[in-house]
């Protein structure tokens, strides 16, 4: 049922892998002094930083490109040699490639492997593709900056992105893909819907909601709070700020402090912005002495969390600085971990689907044993937790794919990731095993038998944030949201100024049996007035003329053309919940 994530990388991986030398060898024959860095094969293709005089731009895209295509034509094997670290070290160092020399600083053992093809050589662990020959589908695909090693205080680099694939279908097909990527951006559409924004006075990384995406907002967490109860949670609130102690003892100072705002000072007490939910929620669960039959205890709070991400690496709503969880964490007993695991992913499906999502890709992160330090908890911890995961999974016949090393520090977990109507795949639900919080807080419960035990405690997440998922919704629906979810349903539009009091009255009984209506009776013509609402996306038109107004009723269009004609004003709701069907709520 599952498959292993293996150290030897997947056939596409190699090809891109290999593709990369290939860039690297053109960047530098064609810029002279560029240095050479590091060059992976990442999701759906690869990059490679470089520290050159020469400042790329769009246009040498194409340049490079023509050289791989001439290097690739010469058939060249990509051969593997060793040599000890010294030999490497000095190689490096007369090639004046100080980035590979620091590399090599960090690498384990005597010996250390390279790759060579053509007139190119890199310091590499593999895999390659066996001949450059086979890299014959690749698009080079934009330039941005990078810090080297991920930290803004060394050089700044400049990274090349590109794609590879087995076959020019595959390769249209992902451009293509870009290309509708590109317009259902939700940084773009955000602006243009008047939905959220960033204030530079502010600062990066941080949401300011419009009132229309305040109202998508209201109607997601309006469902989700509902479900939430209806499933069997508790709503809770915790505050935004807490003593730093408290994170100390739960170990985030020690494991996940580079995420962390610096401390505040009050009163000679250090205080932390909070970058998690889950230690408010230990501490509600500590206030009494709880007993078995209370378990599983389900607290839920869609909690407003900050941490530090670097300004380089913010990107509108999906990697931000401060955001709401939608977080529950779930406090049970042994015999209750896989009933609950259950529970939470057939949670995690029914908010997909309500929200337009069929399809979804599932994985399981476990430790490393082979580095240990990394992670809280002994091993006989991590072979219990991530057997029940497997457990649950297998259970509910759910493929997963497994993925060493991964795991937060303090537990394995289930990954659902979202596909989109694109085709693209998005991390979202997590269902997080964690034995080590209930033992650094002291965790009890009465069992049946009088004793005192350790409950077994469950994060999840199913949006992973509002701002997040909210993000992908508007990039999956284009801007155009179901009937339910838009921020406004219909819009009025009258042909002249003199039916502005009838528009008006028909949008006010409108709105009193539920509907979200706005009324445009500005100046303008109504082809102006159309084309306006059409770009804002709205699912319904209503056209108010002299007859619209004599007979009590609105001309009807939904968005995509379909026109209804007039319908009474009475029998709109009714009508729209017929011919929308599932879209209407």
């Known amino acids: 049922m599952s498959q292993i994530q293996s150290s030897e990388p997947a056939p596409l991986d190699k090809l891109r892998h290999s593709c ?30 470089f520290d050159s005089p020469h400042r790329f731009s769009v246009d040498d895209l194409a340049k490079i490109e023509k050289r791989m295509l001439e290097i690739v034509k010469g058939n060249h094997e990509f051969k593997r040699f060793e040599l000890t670290k010294e030999e490497s070290r000095t190689y490096w160092a007369q090639r004046q490639e100080p980035y590979k020399v620091e590399i ?3 690498l384990e053992g005597p010996v250390v492997s390279h790759y060579t093809h ?49 076959s020019k279908a595959e390769l249209d097909a992902y451009l293509t893909q870009l290309e509708e990527a590109k317009k259902r951006d939700h940084r773009k559409l955000g602006q243009e819907l008047d939905l959220f924004s960033i204030q530079d006075e502010a600062g990066p990384g941080l949401i300011f909601w419009h009132p229309k995406g305040g109202l998508v907002r209201k109607i997601m967490e309006d469902w989700l709070r509902a479900e939430l109860l209806r499933r069997g949670y508790h709503l809770v609130f915790t505050p935004h700020v807490m003593q730093l102690k408290l994170w100390e003892t739960s170990g985030h100072t020690g494991f996940y402090a580079e995420n962390m705002f610096s401390p505040i000072e009050i009163e000679k007490t250090k205080y932390q912005l909070k970058p998690m939910n889950c230690p408010g929620h230990i501490l509600i669960y500590k206030s009494a002495l709880r007993s078995y039959r209370e378990l599983p205890l389900r607290l839920a709070e869609l909690g407003t969390v900050y941490r530090y ?23 049970c007993r042994p ?23 069929e ?25 219990r937790a991530e057997g029940a995961l497997v457990n649950t999974l297998n259970r509910l016949g759910i493929p997963f794919v497994r993925m060493v090393g991964e795991a937060a520090f303090y537990g394995p977990k289930i990954d659902v990731k979202l596909v989109d109507a694109i085709g693209r795949a998005w991390q979202l639900t997590t269902v997080q095993f964690d034995f080590n919080l209930p033992q650094r807080f002291g965790l009890e419960y009465v069992g049946a038998d009088g004793q005192r035990q350790q409950p077994l405690m469950v994060h999840r997440a199913l949006w992973g944030s509002i701002e997040r998922f909210f993000g992908i919704l508007i990039e999956h629906y284009a801007g155009a949201f179901p009937f339910w979810l838009a921020p406004v349903q219909m819009k009025i539009l009258t042909i002249n100024s003199e039916l502005a009091s009838y528009a008006q009255e028909a949008a006010h009984s409108l709105k009193e049996r539920g509907l979200r209506v706005e009324v445009n009776d500005g100046a303008d013509t109504l082809g102006a007035k159309i084309r306006n609402a059409t770009l804002q996306k709205v699912p319904v038109l209503a056209v108010v003329g002299k007859r619209e107004k004599e007979a009590l009723s609105l001309a009807l269009r939904l968005r995509g053309g379909q026109d209804l004609g007039a319908i009474k004003n009475s029998e709109i709701p009714a009508k729209l919940q017929e011919l929308l069907g599932s879209d209407w709520n």
């Open 104 to 106: 090599l600083e960090g």
């Open 359 to 383: 399809k979804f890709k599932v994985e399981l992160s476990t430790w490393d044993p082979l580095t240990p330090k990394n992670y809280a908890g002994a091993a006989q911890d991590w072979a």
């Open 335 to 357: 015999d209750q971990i896989e009933s609950e695991a259950a529970a939470c992913i057939d949670f995690a499906k029914a908010a997909l689907k309500k929200f337009g999502f």
């Open 118 to 166: 053509d007139t190119f050589t890199d310091l590499c662990r593999g895999g390659h593709s066996e001949n450059t020959r086979d890299i014959r589908h690749f698009k080079l695909l934009s330039v941005a900056g990078a810090y080297w090693r991920g930290d803004e205080k060394n050089s700044m680099l400049q990274r090349i992105y590109g794609t590879a694939w087995f």
């Open 20 to 49: 990369a030398h290939v860039m690297a060898q053109a960047v530098q024959e064609l810029f002279s002094g560029t240095k050479i860095t590091i060059g992976p094969a990442i999701e759906n293709g690869f990059y490679y930083d």
């Open 309 to 331: 991400e670097k300004s380089g690496v913010v990107h509108g709503l999906l990697r931000v600085r401060g955001f709401t969880q939608d977080d529950a964490h779930i406090f």
